[in-house]
């Protein structure tokens, strides 16, 4: 009887952990979310899985700093009241949604120590890292490749003829126009839609993989990743990503000037090397004169700066909810609020949306900057590169996500120790308690209450104890 009843426990206290296998699918099945065109949009389904498993558990952690967030969320739903089209609704929808799944993967994996632990979520940003830069192989080798996947099967072509869901449907490893008037090499985007979003989610999972090296220590797949380091360098030399090279280059000052300061020579040497292995591949691989080529060609500087400033103009005349969506731009063929993420914020939800997500980026980047090891001080320099790159680079989902994904897993191995306990044990499971039945530590206190005993007479200085 004892025995089942402690299965019972055992069975219940287990529902009570958060499961690692959301998380896992939505990595680790990239590659079949893409080739089915649901790469962008199943991150909805499975945050609400997670939401619901979290609901299941109860107790659920939320740092303070997080109200800043929260307040982003209800400004941002706000601002639907700018939205003028059904397809622009339909656009907003999207992204609300992804912001709130955003919000639920940060939460579930600040509360997932049991099965998401520090190096389960280094081998999945690991794994997102392998799926892109292979992926870039795929742009470079077959850069007209397109196929339409089963969602353009079964979308109705009012859907199919929104620019965002048509994007989804017919899938490219590449953004090239071969009949463009612009002669403009190919540049790598799969396993996403645009070649900004692939560089972005490189330079973010990059440092990840770094740092799950440096946990498998010897071995194979430690081998493995030594060789994928290098090959990785020649699509992201391809993709000519400036915002990238900039994004690695403060991850990779910032890492050295920490571990520098921190003592840690192992990790100067290591970090050293592989910058060294990424100055020879840029030399070898032409990349100056390739992006030099492509700024004398394509005019993507200035379409920037003059969209730009057209979003800030045209946001102070709606300063406090914005348009609820970017709009067709006025001086250029890009919309407004596509050409990064901070002015997508600042467009489509106003100013006071735009200060609320930026220092709830800041927050991430404080509440995460102290030494904690040269794990935690990966994850956060993962949230340095994010508020740097979100001035031009859009980040939903998938760059978003994986910066939450660190920031979330940063800020539970540096709670404190009371607070990462209460978050590592599983909810209290109630136990009924019979009558006459007595817990086992009761009854060991009983049975040795219950012995008599031995008294020995004391010992006289000199004597051995007894008379």
Known sequence: MNRRNDRAIGSRASATVLPSWPLTLMIAGLPLWWFSGLAEIVWIPIAGCMAAL???????????????????????????IGIDSSGRLLAFGYRALLYLSVTVVFVYVLNAPERLPMRTVLGLLTLLWVYTWIGGYAGILFPEFAFATPLAWVLPDALLSNELVG?????????YNPDGHLELAPRPSAPFLYTNSWGSVYSLTLPAAVA?????????????????????????????????????????????LRFALAGRAREVRALGGVGIV????VFLLDLPERLSARTEVSASTTTRSNLYLEAWERTLQSPLFGYGAPRPSQVAEPAVGTQGQVWMVMFSH??????CFLLALVWLVLATARWRGPHVLVLHTIQLVTLVESFFY?????GLIVS???????????APPRARDDARTTQSVPMRRRRG???????????????????SAPREAGGKGRA
């Open 394 to 398: 859009g980040l939903l989902p998938h």
């Open 167 to 175: 994007e989804m449907a017919i899938r490219r490893t590449a953004q």
């Open 404 to 414: 939450f994904i660190a920031g979330a897993a940063a800020l539970r191995e540096g």
């Open 212 to 256: 799950y090296a440096g946990e498998l220590g010897r071995g194979r797949r430690f081998q493995g990743l030594l060789i994928a380091f290098p090959v990785s360098f020649v699509p992201a030399a391809f993709s000519l990503n400036r915002g990238m090279l900039l994004g690695l280059g403060v991850a990779g000052a910032y890492l050295l």
């Open 54 to 80: 979290m609901l299941r558990r109860g107790r659920i952690s939320i740092p303070r700093g997080m109200g800043l967030w929260l307040l982003f969320l209800v400004l941002m739903l706000v601002s639907v």
């Open 278 to 281: 990424g100055f020879v591949a």
């Open 437 to 455: 039945v007595r817990t086992v530590r009761e009854r060991g206190l009983a049975r040795s209450a219950s012995r008599p005993r031995r008294v």
């Open 350 to 355: 106003g100013l006071p949306a735009l200060a």
